[in-house]
């Protein structure tokens, strides 16, 4: 056909006002096109006429778009100035009520003075009269949007409660199952509270949003904190988990805290280990830190077996390979609780005194055997039992040997009152009967918990993640020093330094002077059975109990190292002495400078800092009236530096911040055994229980759960735990499917190897055969 006798179609004014096209409009420099509004772009008509229309209007596109506008709430609304008079005059019944959702995306204000052009109302009365986007005109009011505002508010109460219930949950361990009954027994509670009524934690919510949410957003917190320190001590300590039968290494963090200007000590993460050599630790510590982090370590804290001390050799040349002048890990030993714990043990099981195993035995004879107690206390008249040992925390027994020393008569009756009808048939009844047969059971039972009270309060003291580096040498020097009076000539530990002493020969006292104790002696004097040689024998078993214990103090704790002692400059005790603390301070900054964590100019500095800041009255004052049971270390002396009036303390400052972060004990990672006990459940995942500990601590280190701030980040991230979750669901879906992939194209492999291999076979099979026929060939045709 001719181009002449193609017809364009025109657009027509009316067409707009047909409900059915009330989004398209007309274009003034093109009269053979149309504008829509829902899609915001132009579309020819061709020659098709008002069928253009339609065939625009049944695009998936503009269909889709028109959809969501019905869903929406203009800009327009949130206006002061009203809509036109045609619009405003617009039933309610025919509006939808409009979502909250809709509200809270919106971004102008309720004091915004914009008034809607002549375009929009027109398309307003156009939607309205073809039922397109009606949902807009009921908003106009302030009191709707008052609620709508109101409602926003309490969406976001709900969510902080959500929160709350959740942190509640992990600090209270209470199952996922019971954290969901709770939320709908709280609606029955308190039915007039909207909070309640819309809280929905189901047990998969809960799950989630712990996992998925909370713990990331309390991680990313803690890095922050840490990322602006410069120096750091990790500590480490490894458990078995039960549930995923791995040794479960914990990482704990000791930092100095900017804001609280204190030292603290948080949980950081935890790794899972098959085997635990010194191989294994390494790699494991530093997979679980950052390359940052790993090169801020002052300290490594943690217990004292060969397995770690080699852990920490082999680290700290790792550190230094391709770094000779960064600073070196420091070491004031390994953590002083376990080596009182483990030398106590050693010494205690040196003697060969069944002191254990009857302190287990009558504890059993009775637990959990109602007849059995019952008979005892009719046979002695005596309701106090046993209590149970502790094979692990030998030194908090001294109550358990108290106890048994207190019931050794009682114990006596009611065994000599069975033994004369029919005895038990178990095992802890015969160790029992045989122990009481010994003479010197109760000497022996007085001297363990004479022993043990000794050190005891050292461990009670230092139980705790208060800055108690700098008291170690004293009060190790204290707990040695007592128990070698014991059996060392006094002129002796006078003449010389403790770790030097020879704990042999002419420098101890003879068998008989040893000082067993008041308690000892009294249990000695009240056997009547008892000869001469008994007690001799009795007290020379008691002396190399005493050598041992204190031998094996001196082989591995912090004491004999000189780090230990010279950082003891900041105690106040020390302090002081002038002429000792500002020697002890010069030995410090010289184990500093020569491990390159400070410089020469900054030690200069540091010293005179330290010595103007000591000459002060005021500071001497507070120095001598000072109690550990008061004041924190750190909190002290840095209310000594804003006492004094010069202000360039900044380089002392800094060197305090690092000696009051080193770690006197990993008292914080046995705690967190505990805490991991009471977070195990079946079928338990290895994140599941790492966002729990993550998220007990930081409640922890909040003071509870009634300090605790629910920040805004941290409602952000419970409600993208959801998404959080689908994305990790579908990570560990393409990863499950990779190593499926790569399971098969191991399989493939390895049946194309074995394949081969039988081709091999069978070629070399069949070449030996023809060979064995040409060589018998060859024979035959040589004979």
């Given at each position: 056909?001719?181009?002449?006798?193609?017809?364009?179609?025109?657009?027509?004014?009316?067409?707009?006002?047909?409900?059915?096209?009330?989004?398209?409009?007309?274009?003034?420099?093109?009269?053979?096109?149309?504008?829509?509004?829902?899609?915001?772009?132009?579309?020819?008509?061709?020659?098709?006429?008002?069928?253009?229309?339609?065939?625009?209007?049944?695009?998936?596109?503009?269909?889709?778009?028109?959809?969501?506008?019905?869903?929406?709430?203009?800009?327009?609304?949130?206006?002061?100035?009203?809509?036109?008079?045609?619009?405003?005059?617009?039933?309610?019944?025919?509006?939808?009520?409009?979502?909250?959702?809709?509200?809270?995306?919106?971004?102008?204000?309720?004091?915004?003075?914009?008034?809607?052009?002549?375009?929009?109302?027109?398309?307003?009365?156009?939607?309205?009269?073809?039922?397109?986007?009606?949902?807009?005109?009921?908003c106009t009011s302030v009191e709707k949007k008052s609620k709508l505002l109101k409602t926003y508010l309490l969406n976001d109460n709900v969510t902080r409660a959500e929160v709350m219930w959740c942190l509640f949950c992990v600090t209270s361990h209470n199952s996922l199952r019971n954290a969901e009954s709770s939320v709908s027994i709280q609606r029955k509670m308190y039915p007039d509270s909207n909070i309640a009524a819309k809280m929905k934690l189901s047990k998969a919510k809960v799950s989630y949003t712990i996992v998925h949410g909370l713990a990331p957003q309390l991680e990313r917190d803690l890095k922050a904190a840490i990322s602006n320190c410069s120096h750091i001590v990790i500590g480490f300590d490894e458990s078995l988990n039960k549930v995923v039968q791995k040794q479960q290494m914990d990482l704990t963090v000791?930092?100095?805290?900017?804001?609280?200007?204190?030292?603290?000590?948080?949980?950081?993460?935890?790794?899972?280990?098959?085997?635990?050599?010194?191989?294994?630790?390494?790699?494991?510590?530093?997979?679980?830190?950052?390359?940052?982090?790993?090169?801020?370590?002052?300290?490594?804290?943690?217990?004292?077996?060969?397995?770690?001390?080699?852990?920490?050799?082999?680290?700290?040349?790792?550190?230094?390979?391709?770094?000779?002048?960064?600073?070196?890990?420091?070491?004031?030993?390994?953590?002083?609780?376990?080596?009182?714990?483990?030398?106590?043990?050693?010494?205690?099981?040196?003697?060969?005194?069944?002191?254990?195993?009857?302190?287990?035995?009558?504890?059993?004879?009775?637990?959990?055997?109602?007849?059995?107690?019952?008979?005892?206390?009719?046979?002695?008249?005596?309701?106090?039992?046993?209590?149970?040992?502790?094979?692990?925390?030998?030194?908090?027994?001294?109550?358990?040997?108290?106890?048994?020393?207190?019931?050794?008569?009682?114990?006596?009756?009611?065994?000599?009152?069975?033994?004369?009808?029919?005895?038990?048939?178990?095992?802890?009844?015969?160790?029992?009967?045989?122990?009481?047969?010994?003479?010197?059971?109760?000497?022996?039972?007085?001297?363990?918990?004479?022993?043990?009270?000794?050190?005891?309060?050292?461990?009670?003291?230092?139980?705790?993640?208060?800055?108690?580096?700098?008291?170690?040498?004293?009060?190790?020097?204290?707990?040695?020093?007592?128990?070698?009076?014991?059996?060392?000539?006094?002129?002796?530990?006078?003449?010389?330094?403790?770790?030097?002493?020879?704990?042999?020969?002419?420098?101890?006292?003879?068998?008989?002077?040893?000082?067993?104790?008041?308690?000892?002696?009294?249990?000695?004097?009240?056997?009547?059975?008892?000869?001469?040689?008994?007690?001799?024998?009795?007290?020379?078993?008691?002396?190399?109990?005493?050598?041992?214990?204190?031998?094996?103090?001196?082989?591995?704790?912090?004491?004999?190292?000189?780090?230990?002692?010279?950082?003891?400059?900041?105690?106040?005790?020390?302090?002081?002495?002038?002429?000792?603390?500002?020697?002890?301070?010069?030995?410090?900054?010289?184990?500093?400078?020569?491990?390159?964590?400070?410089?020469?100019?900054?030690?200069?500095?540091?010293?005179?800092?330290?010595?103007?800041?000591?000459?002060?009255?005021?500071?001497?004052?507070?120095?001598?009236?000072?109690?550990?049971?008061?004041?924190?270390?750190?909190?002290?002396?840095?209310?000594?530096?804003?006492?004094?009036?010069?202000?360039?303390?900044?380089?002392?400052?800094?060197?305090?911040?690092?000696?009051?972060?080193?770690?006197?004990?990993?008292?914080?990672?046995?705690?967190?055994?505990?805490?991991?006990?009471?977070?195990?459940?079946?079928?338990?995942?290895?994140?599941?229980?790492?966002?729990?500990?993550?998220?007990?601590?930081?409640?922890?280190?909040?003071?509870?759960?009634?300090?605790?701030?629910?920040?805004?980040?941290?409602?952000?991230?419970?409600?993208?735990?959801?998404?959080?979750?689908?994305?990790?669901?579908?990570?560990?879906?393409?990863?499950?499917?990779?190593?499926?992939?790569?399971?098969?194209?191991?399989?493939?492999?390895?049946?194309?190897?074995?394949?081969?291999?039988?081709?091999?076979?069978?070629?070399?099979?069949?070449?030996?055969?023809?060979?064995?026929?040409?060589?018998?060939?060859?024979?035959?045709?040589?004979?």
């Amino acid at each position: 056909m001719p181009p002449s006798k193609f017809r364009k179609t025109v657009f027509r004014a009316e067409w707009s006002q047909d409900p059915m096209y009330a989004w398209v409009k007309g274009i003034e420099i093109n009269p053979y096109s149309a504008w829509c509004d829902v899609c915001k772009q132009k579309f020819e008509l061709s020659n098709m006429g008002k069928q253009a229309l339609t065939s625009h209007a049944s695009g998936a596109k503009h269909r889709k778009r028109l959809q969501a506008a019905s869903k929406s709430v203009p800009i327009t609304i949130f206006c002061k100035t009203g809509l036109s008079k045609t619009t405003s005059q617009v039933k309610s019944t025919d509006v939808p009520e409009v979502s909250s959702e809709s509200i809270q995306n919106s971004s102008v204000s309720e004091g915004s003075k914009l008034s809607p052009s002549p375009n929009v109302l027109k398309l307003l009365e156009n939607a309205v009269a073809g039922s397109a986007c009606s949902c807009i005109c009921t908003c106009t009011s302030v009191e709707k949007k008052s609620k709508l505002l109101k409602t926003y508010l309490l969406n976001d109460n709900v969510t902080r409660a959500e929160v709350m219930w959740c942190l509640f949950c992990v600090t209270s361990h209470n199952s996922l199952r019971n954290a969901e009954s709770s939320v709908s027994i709280q609606r029955k509670m308190y039915p007039d509270s909207n909070i309640a009524a819309k809280m929905k934690l189901s047990k998969a919510k809960v799950s989630y949003t712990i996992v998925h949410g909370l713990a990331p957003q309390l991680e990313r917190d803690l890095k922050a904190a840490i990322s602006n320190c410069s120096h750091i001590v990790i500590g480490f300590d490894e458990s078995l988990n039960k549930v995923v039968q791995k040794q479960q290494m914990d990482l704990t963090v000791r930092y100095w805290d900017d804001v609280k200007n204190v030292t603290c000590t948080r949980y950081l993460t935890s790794v899972f280990l098959g085997h635990s050599t010194a191989a294994d630790l390494l790699y494991a510590f530093k997979s679980a830190l950052t390359s940052a982090l790993l090169h801020k370590i002052l300290q490594v804290s943690m217990d004292g077996p060969n397995v770690n001390l080699r852990f920490l050799k082999d680290l700290r040349e790792d550190l230094k390979e391709g770094r000779p002048h960064e600073g070196v890990i420091l070491d004031i030993g390994t953590c002083g609780l376990h080596s009182l714990h483990c030398a106590f043990k050693t010494a205690m099981k040196g003697t060969e005194w069944e002191i254990i195993p009857f302190l287990r035995a009558i504890h059993n004879l009775f637990y959990n055997i109602p007849s059995r107690r019952a008979d005892f206390i009719r046979i002695t008249g005596s309701d106090l039992f046993p209590l149970k040992f502790c094979a692990v925390r030998w030194l908090d027994n001294v109550c358990v040997a108290n106890r048994a020393l207190k019931l050794l008569p009682y114990l006596l009756k009611y065994i000599q009152s069975l033994c004369s009808k029919s005895e038990p048939k178990c095992a802890s009844f015969m160790v029992v009967k045989n122990a009481l047969r010994d003479k010197l059971l109760g000497p022996k039972l007085a001297f363990f918990s004479s022993v043990a009270s000794e050190i005891e309060p050292f461990l009670k003291e230092f139980q705790t993640d208060k800055p108690m580096a700098p008291f170690l040498y004293s009060d190790f020097c204290a707990v040695v020093k007592n128990l070698m009076i014991r059996f060392v000539k006094p002129e002796v530990i006078e003449s010389k330094p403790l770790s030097a002493i020879d704990l042999s020969g002419t420098n101890l006292m003879s068998h008989k002077n040893v000082d067993l104790g008041f308690g000892t002696k009294a249990e000695l004097r009240s056997e009547k059975n008892l000869t001469q040689k008994d007690i001799e024998l009795f007290k020379h078993e008691c002396s190399k109990c005493l050598q041992e214990l204190v031998k094996k103090i001196l082989n591995r704790s912090p004491l004999t190292l000189s780090l230990t002692r010279s950082i003891s400059f900041i105690d106040p005790s020390v302090v002081c002495i002038p002429n000792l603390a500002n020697k002890r301070l010069a030995a410090a900054l010289e184990h500093f400078v020569c491990n390159n964590r400070i410089s020469g100019v900054q030690a200069d500095k540091i010293c005179r800092e330290f010595k103007q800041v000591c000459a002060v009255k005021l500071v001497q004052e507070n120095v001598k009236i000072y109690t550990r049971s008061k004041f924190r270390l750190d909190q002290f002396w840095f209310d000594q530096l804003k006492i004094c009036s010069f202000e360039e303390t900044k380089n002392l400052a800094s060197f305090l911040k690092m000696i009051f972060i080193f770690s006197h004990g990993n008292a914080a990672l046995e705690r967190g055994f505990s805490v991991n006990k009471e977070c195990l459940v079946e079928n338990q995942q290895e994140i599941s229980l790492v966002a729990q500990r993550r998220i007990h601590d930081s409640v922890s280190a909040a003071g509870g759960i009634d300090d605790f701030p629910v920040t805004k980040q941290l409602i952000h991230a419970a409600r993208n735990a959801h998404s959080n979750f689908k994305d990790y669901l579908q990570k560990q879906k393409e990863l499950s499917q990779e190593k499926a992939e790569t399971n098969i194209l191991k399989r493939k492999i390895a049946a194309e190897l074995a394949e081969l291999q039988a081709r091999k076979k069978k070629i070399l099979e069949d070449a030996q055969n023809e060979s064995a026929i040409l060589d018998s060939r060859i024979e035959a045709l040589k004979t």
